[in-house]
């Protein structure tokens, strides 16, 4: 019997797919990847150290905005995760960009990353929530 263990996908590029294409280095997206594991401790256990010594700095009220922002398949709004516009931004250059997302984006971010939590009802809300989260990520 054969049984296939796996997909093989190959991508054709072509010279301006490949003039087109950039590497970063993003401090902040590293940051809200990390955001899956303190709402899943299982999800890589191998981070279970920085698990526990990120809960034991942050606030309470700070840990609990951070994870209620990942959806609950631990999908992230894309807000919270901008496209470097260098190489190397610092991780205050990247937050400065997501401090300026529109609410209407943020609002709509959080919808289609099925974020439990219930999601701001106005511009004003969702102005305030990017702007609480921010300042908790600058403390993390």
Not at 108 to 120: I, Q, R, T
């Given at each position: 019997m054969d049984v296939a263990f796996g997909l093989?996908?190959?991508f054709e590029l072509s010279v301006e797919d490949l003039a087109d294409t950039r590497f970063a280095i993003s401090p902040l997206n590293e940051t809200i990847f990390s955001l899956r594991v303190l709402r899943?401790?299982?999800l890589h256990a191998l981070h279970l150290p920085w698990r526990r010594s990120a809960l034991a700095r942050l606030d309470p009220a700070d840990a609990a905005l951070l994870?209620?922002?990942?959806?609950e398949k631990l999908a992230l709004p894309d807000f919270l995760t901008p496209r470097p516009a260098v190489f190397a931004p610092s991780f205050d250059e990247e937050l400065a960009?997501?401090?300026r997302t529109p609410p209407h984006v943020v609002r709509?971010?959080?919808?289609?990353?099925?974020?439990?939590?219930?999601?701001?009802e106005?511009?004003?809300a969702a102005a305030r929530l990017?702007?609480?989260v921010c300042d908790a990520l600058a403390r993390l």
């Open positions: 093989m996908i190959s899943d401790p299982g994870v209620s922002v990942v959806g960009i997501v401090r709509h971010d959080l919808e289609a990353a099925l974020v439990a939590e219930p999601l701001p106005d511009d004003a990017r702007d609480d």
